[in-house]
């Protein structure tokens, strides 16, 4: 089986190279056929050249770099990855050192089984390991229940936005045509297309590691953006519900 996860990329020059070490190093000892996909979002810092020249230096045969020169947003460039992966399992995970091994270990091996066609880890999964502040935990539930009211979640999601998750190859490459969302709110038109297929999800428990990185911390501006994307989902399915809110709060 071989896995494809995709690494969208932007302004992650002082610490990709730790990342993509980390990601290599496990996956050849735990899955030796894969692949890393970094997809650099615009090419507005040297992580493009640092990647590339590592790589070359050290003949890492397994990872491709790609992009495009104007940012555009984290849902475009995971897009753009696993359009071109070729993986059995297609995924994604952030390009920083924020999520522990022991994530991406539990997602592995759960979606090698036959059945499982997705695996989703969650923050709120009773054997999770993440401290979070009472306003993290508050503007997280907050998010999940908005998704739930307005979009098509598969049964059993209780958190969306992970930065890790797995799917099969034709589940995935099935819903990719019709996603539509380029910035944070990626995962919510992801869960959101494969919910109106019926296909049942697998979730997991989720782990972070102790030193975080400060760059990826999701600002009010992100958050924002988020909630505009799902409601926007919301009008694409066609809820009622969604489409009186949008009008009442005249979100653009």
């Known amino acids: 089986m071989k896995i494809s996860l995709v690494l969208p990329t932007y302004k992650k020059e002082k610490e990709v190279i730790e990342q993509l070490d980390r990601l290599y190093s496990y996956l050849t ?13 615009g090419y507005v810092d040297n992580t493009r050249e640092i990647l590339e020249k590592y790589i070359k230096e050290n003949r890492l045969s397994k990872v491709k770099v790609v ?8 849902g475009y460039a995971i897009r753009y990855g696993m359009k071109i992966a070729d993986g059995d399992v297609i995924g994604f ?21 036959e059945d499982t066609l997705a695996v989703i880890p969650s923050k709120f999964h009773k054997d999770s390991n993440v401290e979070m502040s009472f306003q993290r935990k508050f503007l997280s539930t907050l998010l999940v ?52 297929l019926n296909v049942d999800v697998e979730v997991i428990p989720f782990f972070l590691s102790k030193n975080r990185s400060d760059s990826t911390s999701t600002n009010l501006s992100a958050e924002l953006g988020m909630i505009r994307d799902i409601f926007r989902l919301s009008l694409k399915n066609k809820y009622f519900f969604g489409i009186k809110i949008f009008n009442l709060l005249s979100i653009k």
């Not at 000892?29 to 979002?41: A, T």
């Not at 992009?67 to 984290?74: A, F, T, W």
């Not at 958190?159 to 919510?188: H, M, N, Q, W, Y």
């Open 67 to 74: 992009g495009y020169r104007e940012n555009i947003g984290k």
């Open 29 to 41: 000892r735990k899955n030796s056929d894969f692949e890393l996909i970094f997809v650099i979002d």
């Open 93 to 113: 995970t952030d390009a920083d050192n924020d999520i522990h091994l022991r994530s991406l270990g539990y997602a592995i091996n759960s979606i090698k089984n």
């Open 145 to 196: 229940d908005l998704n739930k009211i307005l979009l098509r979640l598969p049964k059993d999601i209780d958190d969306i936005g992970c930065g890790l998750k797995l799917f099969k190859r034709d589940l995935i490459k099935k819903v990719l045509p019709v996603l539509t969302v380029d910035e944070f709110a990626i995962d919510s038109d992801i869960l959101n297309e494969i919910g109106k």
